[in-house]
């Protein structure tokens, strides 16, 4: 065996893995909010739509995001297995009684529980949106934005396009014309649903509890603590990708639900 | 020392490694709110002993909270429900009259129950041969000016030094991890001169033989250092990942 895999194996090295994968899929979900903020925008989804073809095509997304997949696989597996191996540590007879409440946090102890529920989740939101984009059936829309007063109309584009975004500026009326897969219009009639609007909003209480202790104990795995900057993950991991992060999220299922009725 | 503590005891009995055990209730009374918890299991030993039964077996040695030989989980907490003391610091006046209490043995596979309340606690002593020693010449004493060591210095490594080896971190961890003990003894030598020669040697011995006793794998959850009677900070596991992992990439071991 060599060192590295020798050091990767290690009870640390296993750590480590989760650590660095774990905050590379928090650097994601700043990326992934960033972007879909722009669902919020009245336009009919014309920025968001825009925005999706530019994720899907750019290479230096797509390579990230087949790192990205790979990453959430690893980190996925590799928990699992330090959760069971883990278990096994115990031993056979387990306490009779043990008062785990007393010296640790709920959430701290049940990584496992909420990271499984986050692949459920993550499987469930990509067959719903992934999926569809790039394999199942999304229906194109034609949007005709006014380049003086910023005004988009957005209509049905029943024929078919050779790329998978068309734009051109039509000199006559001054308007920017954008053909695309309307994305938008899948998430708008996806969040109808109650019970997958349910379903997010408590997939992101998973997100929040998995991350408020996961953000911080990757910085301790990687030996990052030191009183100058213990301020700085505590703020990031509870107030960005423990309450801002995930109340980002579910408010977008619940804008388009709420928006639905 | 007589007193006024009627107590329901819930201990865990087991004969040897091999047989299954279960608990079995027991009846006390006239417990002094003075006694130390041990000194109440002894107690009941003489009660169980003047009624022909076995007394149970529990370690303990020097019963003033350094030696690190007591081990008791009482009502799901090692070392019982106060901070920072040990089973042996534990008085009675801690609990009430007519309480139940529960004990049980630290339970890890690396730590299998010999009999009773007493473990097999050996896997660490092998950790602390594999590393956790330093190298000096035998003969006379040097002039202690010779080493200077910043206070700073000094005092985190005997934060680190207090632990006492009990184990009640490797039974407080859900994962059964021992790595608050491993970073105490890596932490306490490597922030001094005299544990520098086998520095990146001692980090990657020990953690491998933690990994090699079937100790499981740290997750964070801070159970440890709350539950340590000499309260190890978390911070000597952050210096232990250090440690181990600048080992790795930087020793001659390939």
Not at chain 1, 158 to 176: A, C, D, F, M, V
Not at chain 2, 71 to 88: F, L, Q
Request: glycine share 8%.
């Amino acid at each position: 065996m060599s060192w590295v895999t020798q050091t990767l194996s290690s009870s640390i090295g296993k750590k480590l893995v989760m650590a660095l994968t774990g905050l590379f899929l928090c650097s994601f979900l700043l990326v992934h909010m960033s972007g879909n903020l722009q669902l919020f925008k009245q336009d009919n989804g014309l920025a968001f739509n825009v925005y999706a073809v530019f994720m899907t095509t750019n290479p230096l997304v797509k390579t990230i995001s087949y790192g990205l997949y790979a990453f959430i696989l690893l980190h996925a597996i590799e928990g699992l297995y330090l959760a069971y191996q883990n278990r096994q540590a115990r031993g056979d007879q387990r306490y009779v009684i043990n008062g785990g409440s007393a010296n640790s946090s709920w959430f701290s102890r049940n990584m496992a529980v909420l990271g499984t529920i986050l692949l459920v989740f993550i499987v469930v939101h990509m067959s719903n949106f992934w999926f569809e984009y790039k394999f199942g059936y999304v229906p194109y829309t034609q949007y005709e934005q006014n380049l003086v007063t910023g005004e988009t109309v957005a209509t049905p584009y029943e024929g078919q396009i050779k790329s998978k975004l068309e734009e051109y500026i039509r000199e006559e009326s001054n308007t920017r014309v954008v053909i695309a897969k309307d994305l938008y219009r899948s998430v708008m009639e996806g969040f109808k649903n109650p019970l997958l609007v349910f379903f997010y909003v408590l997939s992101m209480f998973a997100v929040s509890f998995h991350l408020v202790h996961g953000f911080r104990s990757a910085f301790q795995t990687l030996g990052l603590n030191h009183p100058k900057y213990n301020p700085i993950f505590n703020f990031l991991g509870i107030g960005i990708f423990g309450i801002v992060i995930p109340i980002g999220f579910a408010l977008m299922p619940l804008y388009f639900f709420i928006k639905s009725m | 020392m007589e007193g006024n503590m009627n107590l329901t005891l819930k201990v865990w009995r087991q004969k040897n490694k091999k047989t299954a055990g279960k608990i079995e209730t027991y009846q006390l009374t006239g417990i002094s709110p003075d006694m130390s918890f041990l000194e109440m299991f002894d107690v009941l030993n003489e009660q169980l002993i003047n009624e022909g039964q076995q007394p149970i077996a529990f370690d303990h040695d020097c019963r003033e909270g350094i030696c690190g030989m007591c081990s008791m989980y009482i009502n799901g907490r090692p070392h019982g429900p106060k901070d920072a003391v040990t089973t042996c610091q534990l008085h009675m006046r801690s609990f009430s009259d007519g309480d139940t209490i529960v004990v049980e043995p630290w339970r890890a596979k690396a730590f299998p129950i010999i009999k009773d309340l007493v473990v097999d606690r050996s896997a660490f002593d092998r950790i602390q041969a594999a590393g956790g020693y330093i190298s000096v010449n035998t003969g006379n004493a040097q002039d202690a000016n010779s080493l200077p060591i910043a206070k700073d210095a000094a005092d985190e490594a005997f934060s680190a030094a207090a632990c006492i080896g009990c184990g009640a971190c490797v039974a407080a961890c859900k994962n059964a991890s021992a790595m608050l003990f491993v970073s105490a003894k890596v932490s306490q030598l490597s922030l001094l001169p005299q544990g520098q020669p086998e520095r990146t040697m001692r980090a990657e011995r020990m953690v491998a033989q933690m990994d090699e006793e079937g100790f499981g794998a740290c997750t964070n959850t801070g159970a440890c250092s709350a539950e340590c009677p000499k309260e190890i900070s978390l911070e000597h596991i952050a210096r232990l990942n250090r440690e181990y992992l600048g080992a790795k990439v930087s020793s001659d071991k390939v």
